[in-house]
């Protein structure tokens, strides 16, 4: 089945440290995202990807950097994690715009 | 940017009786609303969604309402069973903004056996 996934699964980081979570899918879908969820908070949008030329800030970027490699590849790199980006994080793709989006099995990240 | 607010944070129902969930809006252009459910440590998943020029969309036990002047739209599960047990988050997509969606806070919807 097509789908989206994640790498790692589960990080603990030091403060600092520069680190890089991956997102690939098998969907076909030109659009690509990065959520982060926090409890009692939802989820956010930290950038957006149209395609492999195009990168939009979401509502929470500051602190954080994307890259699209490739059409089904999108990764999102923490130059120097800092405690506060301890959370869970999704990658999301859709079709388009203004349709289904199916999520990652998400990152756990625990930043000390 | 859209901004939107979900009610109630937790909601406890017995089984077999109906659950609501209301969520607001604030950008007038926003056009599509999905509702997700995420069980405990799984990813979030569509279960139903309404687009700005449908008032009422159904799905078997699961229904969403949108009322654009008032700028809400609600959830409504029926016949409730434990499996219906889980998070549930509303998100708007705005027309002219960001590509991406703005979810509200989440409900966290127990089914009392």
């Known amino acids: 089945d097509a789908d989206v996934t994640q790498t790692p699964r589960n990080r603990i980081t030091k403060t600092g440290k520069r680190i890089m979570l991956e997102c690939s899918q098998t969907?076909?879908?030109?659009?690509m995202y990065w959520y982060r969820q926090d409890p009692g908070l939802g989820l956010r949008l930290i950038y957006y990807?149209?395609?492999?030329?195009?990168?939009n800030k979401g509502e929470i970027s500051d602190g954080y950097s994307v890259s699209r490699q490739a059409q089904a590849k999108f990764s999102l790199s923490l130059e120097s994690a800092i405690p506060n980006q301890t959370a869970l994080y999704f990658c999301a793709t859709s079709r388009g715009s203004h349709n289904e989006q199916f999520f990652g099995p998400g990152t756990r990240l625990t930043v000390l | 940017g859209e901004n939107v607010e979900q009610h109630p944070s937790t909601l406890s129902v017995q089984e077999g009786d109906s659950a609501v969930i209301k969520c607001t809006y604030s950008?007038?252009?926003?056009?599509?609303f999905p509702w997700y459910k995420q069980e405990l440590g799984k990813r979030p998943q569509l279960i139903i969604d309404i687009r700005s020029n449908v008032g009422e969309k159904k799905d078997q036990r699961i229904a969403v309402t949108l009322n654009k002047t008032a700028k809400h739209f609600s959830l409504h599960i029926t016949e409730t069973q434990p499996e219906d047990s889980a998070v549930y988050f509303c998100a708007a997509f705005s027309g002219g903004g960001a590509d991406g969606l703005t979810f509200g806070k989440g409900t966290h919807l127990i089914i009392q056996p």
């Open positions: 990807s149209f395609d492999v030329k195009d990168i």
């Open positions: 969907k076909g879908h030109d659009r």
């Open positions: 950008d007038s252009a926003s056009n599509y």
